[in-house]
């Protein structure tokens, strides 16, 4: 038997919204998926459309706080504790109020490579994972790839793209127009600790890795006296000896400093290899909207986040030349940033183009309602 093709119904408005949100984090994505669209929603006022968007790190379990909530999610649950609340809520609190439970996630988390940090921590809760992922009523994520994966664990999923804040990046000025080459280019990459293998990993269980290969590893190191290169939020251990002598290196900044700070770097251009893998082909398109809204052209790994860039590499040699290529052609780089911008410019902050109330349809769609835009 044939199933029955789903057909979402257009909700009627004059309506309002009560959404509250369950964070696990307030610096990665449970700000980016959670608190900024969350906090611009609750000034998103029209005539016949509001909304009330909250979010709490502590479960409530008194069943009259959930009565008015159009759902509720939980952003990136994943231990034991985290089951027992699904639980609870589906055993106490649904049969009660029959608000639906919606699971958010942007990452793969139940095959992260073990050079990633975060694999020791994950790894122990893989069986639990699909067990919470099977009580939601739904499951949004950041990409296609995510949704292929995860849907052997629960059939209706949605997908809501990564976006940025304007109010916090502001309008993308191209670092082109400044029509300065320097003596020694500006080359960036920026993000976190978990890209590289922690020298503990390294010394502890003879882990090597990451997503800079060794012959990008060993090109930076030749090249630190010709380009300036520039680190923000981790270094791999192989260059750690020239962290603040050859290489310019930053500590991670606060999540509402960090588009300030990463601007006033004034770079120009940027770089973000990936390993090969499921992990980071699951990955969302966020480095190259960063790169983006601070104005700076890319060369991208050609990896499922970044496959519609202008510039994408298969291997360290593909990257070492357009490397040289960018460092070398202005007029290169004023066409990589325009191509990239008008690629993402649609998608690129939470306030234009009906993007608030797409991340909404992606939650509605769950439940086959919609807002009409």
Known sequence: MSRKKRVAEEISLPVNFNIHGYIADTQGCGHIRIIIPYMLLNQYRTEYLSFSAFYNPN??????????????????SVTEVHLDMFKYFSENIKVKTNTPIIYEIDDLLIDIDKT?????????????????????DGIVVSTKRLKQVYSKYNSNIQISQNRL????????????TKEIK?????????????????????????????????KL?????????????????????????????TIEYHKWRNIFEYPHFIKSLDIDFAVAPLKKGLFNNCKSNIK??????????GI?????????????????????FFIEKMAADLDFRKEVYDHDYNMVREDLFWEENNNLIKFINSHLLLFDRYIKI
């Open 59 to 76: 479960f409530i379990t008194t069943p009259d706080f959930y009565k008015k909530q159009t759902f509720v999610v939980f952003q990136r």
């Open 116 to 136: 990633n940090y975060a694999h020791d921590y994950y790894v122990k809760y893989k069986d639990i994972i699909p067990k919470i992922m099977r009580l939601a």
């Open 165 to 176: 804040p304007k109010f916090l990046w502001g309008e993308p000025i191209p670092n082109y």
């Open 182 to 214: 320097r003596d020694k280019p500006r080359i960036l990459w920026a993000g976190s600790a978990n890209h590289f293998t922690l020298k503990k990993l390294e010394e502890e269980k003879g882990i090597k890795g990451g997503d800079f290969g060794e």
């Open 217 to 245: 590893l060993d090109f930076i190191r030749r090249t630190s006296n010709i380009y300036q290169w520039v680190f923000l939020g981790a270094i791999p251990n192989e260059l750690e000896d020239l962290k603040d002598i």
């Open 288 to 297: 190259l909207l960063e790169y983006v809204a601070s104005g700076y052209p």
């Open 300 to 320: 991208y790994s050609n990896s499922e986040p970044y496959k519609d860039a202008m510039v994408t590499c298969d291997n360290d040699d593909e990257m070492i």
